[in-house]
């Protein structure tokens, strides 16, 4: 399995607060992606990656912000999450023929 | 731009029953076409790609894909299910980033 971890795997949080998920790699892969998986939409790319410090929004990246000060670490913040944040979030690294996935983080916004 | 349609949302099968799992996208340019399996509770794994050669791919466990460049489909097939193929089948393709279907939920009645 690619090594990736994503952290935290499941929370609940309050409606306004802020959230920051993790997601961290072995493989040294220079991509890196975040997803949210819902009902009926399948996968929906939030914000991605291309190397440390650079990165772009995605079709839903409204409310979502991101960061890759590293290359093993890709970061995404719910500045002020709400209930429509409610979701399963996948971080995904590629080379560019082929994406691994990470666990998923099942985050619960009520 | 790049896009996935995945036309049908739930796919239900008797077990040992062949199975189709339809798949067209849209893409300007040359892509690289995947099917990922997703079980519950987990990420998705790559079920089997096609980067270019032979339109037709194999995976493992008996699925294959033919890649119809004509008709833009790349169309998961099994001719025998078991109930362990019950699982999340998402599509997707790779220009410049994945693009994913909305999936299509097979479940493999005994």
């Known amino acids: 399995d690619a090594g990736i971890t994503q952290s935290p795997r499941h929370k609940v949080t309050e409606t306004g607060t802020p959230v920051t998920l993790r997601c961290h790699q072995t493989?040294?892969?220079?991509?890196m992606y975040w997803y949210r998986q819902d009902p009926g939409h399948g996968l929906r790319l939030i914000h991605y990656s291309y190397g440390v410090k650079d990165t772009d929004k995605g079709e839903v990246s409204d409310g979502y912000s991101v960061s890759r000060s590293k290359t093993e670490d890709f970061l995404l913040t719910l500045e002020s999450a709400t209930s429509s944040q409610t979701s399963v979030y996948f971080c995904?690294?590629?080379?560019?023929?082929?994406?691994?996935f990470g666990q998923g983080t099942r985050l619960t916004v009520v | 731009a790049q896009s996935v349609t995945q036309l049908d949302s739930q796919v239900p099968v008797f077990e040992e029953a062949p199975v189709e799992l339809r798949c067209n996208y849209s893409s300007s340019v040359s892509v690289y076409l995947f099917w990922y399996v997703q079980y519950p509770n987990q990420g998705l794994q790559l079920l089997l790609k096609y980067l270019s050669g032979s339109t037709l791919v194999e995976s493992i466990n008996g699925f294959e894909a033919e890649f119809n460049k004509s008709q833009t489909s790349f169309h998961l097939r099994k001719p025998s299910v078991h109930i362990s193929d019950t699982a999340e089948y998402f599509c997707?393709?790779?220009?410049?980033?994945?693009?994913f279907g909305t999936g299509t939920s097979l479940t493999v009645i005994p």
């Open positions: 493989e040294n892969h220079r991509y």
């Open positions: 997707a393709v790779y220009g410049n980033q994945f693009y």
């Open positions: 995904a690294i590629s080379e560019q023929n082929e994406a691994f």
